[in-house]
């Protein structure tokens, strides 16, 4: 009974969670290539770590001082991004060089939120005395990070909200198809009153009595023509943009289901049953369905 009670309070707590799923929105690499002598105090830059406009992690200096390499980098702005992961690892002549991660000060291996994130940071390879007696050659030091984050969605669908398309939403448009259908009500009764008048116009004989049923006739029919063509035009434009907004939803909610948690996927529904073998007992459960 534990197990089930169990059971059911983690679906209930996952189905409560509304997220799309974080992932590597990004990974770079940035290269420190330098001639490396530690014994004579000898670093000299060969490459700085070839930034482009479109990295996230911008090298801005690289030195050595007391013992120590130092690299200052900065990050910029990337849409989505929540926090990111550096790495680092060296080699001399082609050969990796064991760093041991106390020896790395900064901000390396761990998150590191993008909002928590300092403007300039600073990157400090110490005890370079004490783990390598000589280092002398090619020194690469290769910069790691990876940006996670989560993907702009398409069709603007966030997961913290479901996509909707509420009979509230459905209103304007129940509006302008009676609109459209009073419009075309309308110019039908115009149109009736305009065929009457005209066969009364045809059964007068003198021009006098005539001519005054012959204009209201033409007004009426000139109301109808207005009348049907407004009508026919607001009812074909609704329904063009109804169904254009029906599969605008129906692409959205498509999105929301695939990248998001909705909390709804989770239903548990109690069922009542008569045993077949006696209609004096009733068995009890729980239907429960979970899509993930």
């Known amino acids: 009974m534990k197990k089930i009670l169990l059971s059911l309070f983690c679906l209930l707590f996952m189905g409560l969670l509304v997220q799309a799923q974080v992932e590597v929105l990004k990974t770079e690499k940035h290269l420190i290539d330098a001639q490396f002598d530690l014994s004579n105090n000898e ?12 990295d996230f992690l911008k090298i801005t200096s690289i030195r050595y001082e007391e013992k120590e390499i130092k690299i200052d980098f900065s990050n910029l ?22 760093i041991r991660p106390e020896n790395i000060l900064g901000a390396v291996n761990k998150n590191i939120l993008i909002e928590d994130a ?35 969605l398409p069709y603007k669908v966030n997961c913290g909200v479901k996509p909707e398309f509420t009979n509230k939403q459905k209103m304007p448009f129940l509006i302008a198809a009676l609109a459209g259908t009073g419009s075309l009500v309308t110019g039908q009764l115009f149109k009736q009153a305009s065929d ?8 007068q004989e003198t021009f006098e009595v005539a001519n005054p049923i012959l204009l209201s006739a033409n007004d009426k029919h000139h109301k109808d023509l207005v009348f049907t063509s407004v009508g026919a035009a607001l009812l074909a434009g609704d329904v063009i943009w109804f169904l254009i907004r ?14 998001c948690k909705p909390t709804e996927e989770l239903t548990i529904r109690p069922v ?11 068995q009890t459960g729980l239907n429960i369905k979970w899509r993930f």
Do not use: C, H, M
């Open 43 to 54: 670093f000299i830059i060969l490459s700085s770590g070839e930034n482009s406009k479109d």
């Open 77 to 98: 702005d990337f849409t989505g991004a929540e926090y990111y992961r550096l790495q680092v690892s060296a080699s001399l002549e082609e050969i990796i060089l064991p």
């Open 118 to 152: 300092p403007e300039l940071q600073t990157l400090v390879w110490t005890n370079l005395v004490e783990d390598f007696v000589a280092l002398k050659g090619r020194l690469k030091i290769t910069l790691y990070t990876e940006i996670y984050g989560r993907k702009e």
């Open 196 to 203: 009457k008048e005209y066969a009364d116009y045809l059964s």
């Open 246 to 259: 029906q599969r605008r939803y129906k692409k959205q909610i498509a999105t929301y289901r695939k990248f």
């Open 272 to 282: 009542f049953e008569v045993d077949p073998k006696s209609t004096l007992v009733l």
